[in-house]
């Protein structure tokens, strides 16, 4: 591959992990602020209404792990070395 294409790809999957990262903390972010009320003595407690809004966002966060997960820790190409082993 020539270097042009690993900079592409390698910017690409950057891209998708901040992506995917945004999901997550969006959709937590909105979950927690539209999806349920807070309640219990301090406000501390967390009651979801279940409802569509509540499910786009667990959707919403479970894709963005799906993406961070495939993307981060993934072995290098076949047939070459990592350093250090």
Not at 49 to 78: C, D, E, K, Q, Y
């Amino acid at each position: 591959m020539r270097k042009s294409t690993i900079g592409r790809v390698w910017l690409g999957g950057l891209a998708a992990i901040v992506a995917g990262l945004a999901g997550i903390a969006v959709g937590t972010v909105l979950m927690l602020a539209y999806g349920g009320t807070w309640g219990g003595v301090n406000g501390s407690e967390f009651t979801p209404t279940i409802g569509a809004f509540f499910w786009w966002m667990v959707a919403l966060v479970t894709a963005g792990a799906f993406v961070v997960s495939a993307l981060v820790g993934r072995p290098g190409p076949p047939g070459r070395a990592r350093p250090g082993s």
